[in-house]
Nanobody
Framework: QVQLVESGGGLVQAGESLTLSCVAD????????MGWFRQSPGKEREFVAA????????YYADSVKARFIISRDSAKNTMYLQMNSLKPEDTAVYYC???????????????WGQGTQVTVSS
């Protein structure tokens, strides 16, 4: 069973930065491509960014490209999402999950954690 724990959310003002963390068990971290997703009230969960299992070839949703940076640290079994130039429309609960293949914008399963809330004030 995939075990992922998100953290790092908070309340920031527009234009500020925030870094999210996703800790995985060792097997999951080494076996899967991983990604970030987010869900705003009244909206469906959407893809944000993803990175290959080896740490390479990140890709992003158009809405966050050039502002967000995804990375992973194999020594800590942790994936990060550095969010810069935040906008009010980035307000959402952010989740991490594993992906079936590189390039996918859908999670492998429907097993979601608690997520971490990001709120951007204008």
């Amino acid at each position: 069973q995939v075990q992922l724990v998100e953290s790092g959310g908070g309340l920031v003002q527009a234009g500020e930065s925030l870094t999210l963390s996703c800790v995985a068990d060792a097997y999951t971290f080494r076996a899967y491509n991983m990604g970030w997703f987010r869900q705003s009230p009244g909206k469906e969960r959407e893809f944000v960014a993803a990175i290959g299992w080896s740490g390479g070839s990140p890709y992003y949703a158009d809405s966050v490209k050039a502002r967000f940076i995804i990375s992973r640290d194999s020594a800590k079994n942790t994936m990060y999402l550095q969010m810069n130039s935040l906008k009010p429309e980035d307000t959402a609960v952010y989740y991490c999950n594993v992906l079936p293949i590189w390039g996918s914008r859908r999670a492998l399963n429907d097993d979601w954690g608690q997520g971490t809330q990001v709120t951007v004030s204008s």
